[in-house]
């Protein structure tokens, strides 16, 4: 065999370890799942730079579906070509998928959830503590300029005032770069590469439309497929707006699901890692076992590998134009100022008491201090947990604690 199919080989059982590794350790939702990305690809394995990494997170928050599934296929494609795009999405997903799949069968079958409070206790300041790193990190290529810190600020204002996060991501962009063309004098703005954008998202919303009618008809696998495949390709922003689109839908609208049930499914993408829309798996099992959990999240991800796909290509030429880098560097600007605002919203259920933000602190310190790889702290951020609510201290700590 040629040395390129062995080095072709060699990069591709690279990126399947790396997300396996990842989809079975990645707690705490997008921003930590992404936090942790950086960490492998950027400053351990250095398969791109913190700028190209940049890019790809603001061309990821430009389409719609999960935003850390499609950064893993993303580096994927960018580091072993289309295998590499399947094979990273896939071993991201698949351990989420098959531990979801367990807790849906014990629900199924003993009608409630394993307890994973002693889990989430431990692991939740861990979580943190990454994502504050990894905005320490990239805040340095990001905000390189004093226009891009003070769109930063103005999209944290934004943000908290409630405003659509696409709206944010898109006029910062444009904002930076109509700013960029009447500094050097050029009429030409961000327009110019708009028309390589809007093909992607206005096949996401034909393909809401075909959802929409189909996930209209009684129960099936392939009415349930449509319904998914329409959230994957019309969902931007958190797990919180799955919430939002699956209530609608499936409680008020259709009556597949009770609302006791999608609390449930909720908390299941909630208590494991890898990807939150592996919700769908558990949702897919509840309503047809297997076949439903197998049919559900194929459909909600298969939207992620298209969209990655067709826009890939793109961020590279992007990034030579003028006027279409300078968008991009509004995008990520944005994107990271977003970032801290999550990690914001996580600390109010993060740091619930005194031993929590001790595990936070000692976290940050470890990460910021001596780099230490995330993956051991987020092993002993459970074990704390599950030691300490086993001993019921959390519960004690709590009733003593100042943040109560």
């Known amino acids: 065999m040629s040395k390129q199919g062995n080095s072709s080989r060699t990069r591709l059982s690279e990126v399947a370890c790396l997300f396996l590794k990842l989809g079975i350790t990645a707690f705490g939702g997008p921003a930590a799942h992404i936090a942790m990305m950086e960490d492998e690809v950027v400053r351990r394995r250095r398969w791109i730079t913190q700028e190209e990494f940049l890019d790809l997170l603001g061309a990821t928050n430009l389409i719609p579906g999960p935003n850390s599934t499609e950064m893993a296929i993303h580096i994927g494609h960018r580091q072993a070509g289309f295998a590499g795009l399947l094979v990273a999405g896939g071993f991201f997903i698949l351990p989420a998928a098959l531990i979801v799949g367990a807790l849906s069968w014990a629900y199924v079958s003993f009608g409630s959830l394993p307890q994973a409070e002693g889990v989430l206790y431990g692991v939740k300041p861990v979580v943190l503590a990454i994502v504050l790193q990894a905005i320490w990190r990239l805040a340095r290529s990001a905000l390189k300029t004093r226009l891009l810190w003070m769109m930063g600020a103005a999209t944290v204002l934004l943000s908290y005032l409630g405003v659509n996060e696409l709206a944010i ?61 329409k959230i994957g390709s019309v969902l931007f922003g958190s797990g919180y707006v799955l919430l939002v689109f699956l209530r609608a839908d499936l409680v008020d609208r259709l009556h597949w699901l009770t609302e006791g049930q999608l609390l449930d499914a909720v908390a299941i993408g909630q208590i494991t890692p890898g990807p939150v829309f592996t ?79 001790a595990i936070g602190v000692a976290a940050a310190a470890l990460l910021l201090r001596y780099n230490l790889n995330s993956t051991w702290l987020i092993l ?18 709590k009733s003593v604690s100042f943040l109560k």
């Not at 009447?182 to 959802?211: D, L, N, R, Y």
């Not at 897919?284 to 999240?297: E, R």
């Not at 459909?299 to 968008?327: D, E, K, M």
């Not at 002993?380 to 700590?397: F, P, R, S, V, Y």
Request: hydrophobic share 60%; proline share 6%; no cysteine.
């Open 380 to 397: 002993g951020g459970t074990i704390a947990g599950m030691l300490i609510h086993i001993t019921n201290l959390d519960d004690w700590l």
């Open 169 to 229: 991501l898109f006029g910062t962009g444009a904002v930076v770069a109509a700013s960029k063309s009447i500094i050097s004098g050029k009429s030409a703005g961000a327009a110019g590469f708009m028309p390589g954008i809007w093909p992607g998202i206005s096949a996401a919303t034909a393909t809401a439309t075909v959802g929409t009618a189909a996930a209209a008809a009684p129960f099936g696998l392939w009415p349930m497929f449509l319904f998914f495949v």
């Open 279 to 357: 919700t769908a798996t558990f949702i897919g099992y509840v309503l047809s076992g297997i076949p439903g959990a197998l049919v559900a999240t194929a459909g909600i991800f298969l939207p992620a590998f298209f969209f990655v796909a067709v826009s890939g290509p793109l961020v590279p030429r992007l990034r030579r134009s003028p006027a279409a880098g300078a968008f991009l560097d509004g995008v990520n600007a944005a994107s990271l100022a977003l970032m801290a605002v999550v990690m914001v919203q996580l600390a109010h259920t993060a740091m619930v008491d005194y031993a929590t933000i």
